[in-house]
């Protein structure tokens, strides 16, 4: 498990930002007369971050420079990774972005991306066109230039990110809407929680899950045989992915995981990170009757105690507290051990 350092944490940059430097360093090549040493660029909340070239490179009518994504203190799979872009002339068409290797391309519809296109989003899009037209009027030239997005190791790095699973295919995507890597922030996960409804939702499918972990979706997507781009990757943020569902809904909502996450659950958590949510055992002891639950130090030895009754009276409190707040859907809840035998399951 990677842990929070401690202290102030360093700020990084998306591949967004990268990019867009990128674009306006080789613009002032092809366009102007050598690469800078270090290129700065307007984010679009006013921060103007600088960024040093590692690759510069050009040839007749194009320019090629790559930036290397720096993450901050946040465990980004990203970070390091050199993002590069390389400018074109073109003949009419204003600005053309095109994927190359390691940049994915979209193929299902819900995304922000029409199918066939780069995944390259539209901030980021927005970025360079910015760029374009800034260096276009600068150097006296007309804005047609196609940009080409790779980065070398994308297509292996996107297996570690939700990239197949949301249908972009060959590599990463080119993210962010501010510009800035926050460390440890839960909006990227969270905005990708949504990105999953969004896909599932355009598929038409009628019934999606959410679970705590690699186990619980194993188990629930074998249970109810669904395919891939059903499985939302909900982990700790049960009320990031329950809020959006209640404004986008999907008929049928799977929740799947531990006892621990679901007792929270249970008893009214949406955030269930250990360090955001705890088990109330006496709630617990008196929901089971049962006074030694109070004094138990984990939802698995309250199980080992009460057994399968509790797991029973959890799934079914779950189901009770997801019906009053999210009405109009059909939930299922599903428990499991370690091992990923089910202990308990309700609803549908």
Known sequence: ????????????WTT?????????????RLWGDAFPAEVEIVLPRGETPVFALALAEAGDGWARVGITKDAGDDPDVTHGALIVVTVAAASGGGVVFRAGAGVGTVTRPGLPIGVGEPAINPVPRQMMQAVVADMAALFGQTPDVTIEVSIPGGQEIALKTWNPRLGIVGGL????TTGVVRPFSCAAWIASIHRGIDV???????HVAGCTGATSERVVQALYSLPDHAMLDMGDFAGGMLKYLAKHPVPRVTIGGGIGKITKLAQGAMDLHSGRSQV????????????RLAAANTALEAYEIAGTPLAEAVVAAAMRRLQQRFGGVVFDVVVIDRAGNILARAGG
Request: overall charge positive; glycine content about 12%.
């Open 1 to 12: 498990m990677i842990r929070k350092p401690t202290g102030e944490l360093r700020r990084g």
């Open 16 to 28: 967004g930002a990268c990019a867009t430097a990128a674009t306006k360093a080789a613009l002032m």
């Open 173 to 176: 995507s080119i993210l962010g």
């Open 200 to 206: 599932a939702r355009a598929a038409g499918l009628t």
């Open 280 to 291: 109330n055992f006496a709630a617990l002891a008196e929901m089971m009757g049962n006074p």
